[in-house]
T-cell receptor, first 112, second 113 residues
Framework: GNSVTQMEGPVTLSEEAFLTINCTYT??????LFWYVQYPGEGLQLLLK?????DKGSNKGFEATYRKETTSFHLEKGSVQVSDSAVYFC???????????FGTGTRLTVIP | DTGVSQDPRHKITKRGQNVTFRCDPI?????LYWYRQTLGQGPEFLTY????????KSRLLSDRFSAERPKGSFSTLEIQRTEQGDSAMYLC???????????FGPGTRLTVL
């Protein structure tokens, strides 16, 4: 079946620190992979995506590379800001399954 | 604003009451999805529509839940005889058929007392 395992939080970092949030997946075939972000009181926003092996998704300084050999899609940012404080969800979309499968989310807090 | 909208944003109800939520998708999108998110968890799929047809329902969608999309535009999700375990954020998303990117609304937070 399809599933996403995500690094548990919460994660607390100082401003300008390096961020890594781990995500691994289980899927049949070749899913598309996503990172969504949820700011307090808001819905999910797409942060970045990758649709095939070795693709790198990037947005707002965040990056993630689709690694088929390790079934991973880890999220990274070189220098976090206070405004990055949010909950981050890794997700996959399996063609034929018609819906997204989400990890449990990782809460990030960035302190000045 | 042409994003996905949901109404109401918050709903507090007593156990045993019925509640109905509405979702207005992005107008050009023909697929509409409902998810449920409980505290500390990721969203879980409930059901989806392609135009007005409900094509898939999760086993999470008990017989107390019903969803409609009568004209292929907005959708409603009704929960009958609410239970405390129904307390959650209900998220709606929409997409184009054949595309994997889904756009989410702000959600309706349900609290059952």
């Amino acid at each position: 079946g399809n599933s996403v395992t995500q690094m548990e939080g919460p994660v607390t970092l100082s401003e300008e620190a390096f961020l890594t949030i781990n995500c691994t997946y289980t899927a049949t075939g070749y899913p598309s992979l996503f990172w969504y972000v949820q700011y307090p009181g808001e819905g999910l926003q797409l942060l970045l995506k990758a649709t095939k092996a070795d693709d790198k998704g990037s947005n707002k300084g965040f990056e993630a590379t689709y690694r088929k050999e390790t079934t991973s899609f880890h999220l990274e940012k070189g220098s976090v800001q206070v405004s990055d404080s949010a909950v981050y969800f890794c997700a996959l979309f399996q063609t034929g399954a018609n819906n997204l499968f989400f990890g449990t989310g990782t809460r990030l807090t960035v302190i000045p | 604003d042409t994003g996905v909208s949901q109404d109401p944003r918050h709903k507090i109800t007593k156990r045993g009451q019925n509640v109905t939520f509405r979702c207005d998708p992005i107008s050009e999108h023909n697929r509409l999805y409902w998810y449920r998110q409980t505290l500390g968890q990721g969203p879980e799929f409930l059901t989806y529509f392609q135009n007005e047809a409900q094509l898939e329902k999760s086993r999470l969608l008990s017989d107390r839940f019903s969803a409609e999309r009568p004209k292929g535009s907005f959708s409603t999700l009704e929960i009958q005889r609410t239970e405390q375990g129904d307390s959650a954020m209900y998220l709606c998303a929409s997409s184009f058929q054949g595309e994997d990117e889904q756009f989410f609304g702000p959600g309706t937070r349900l609290t059952v007392l």
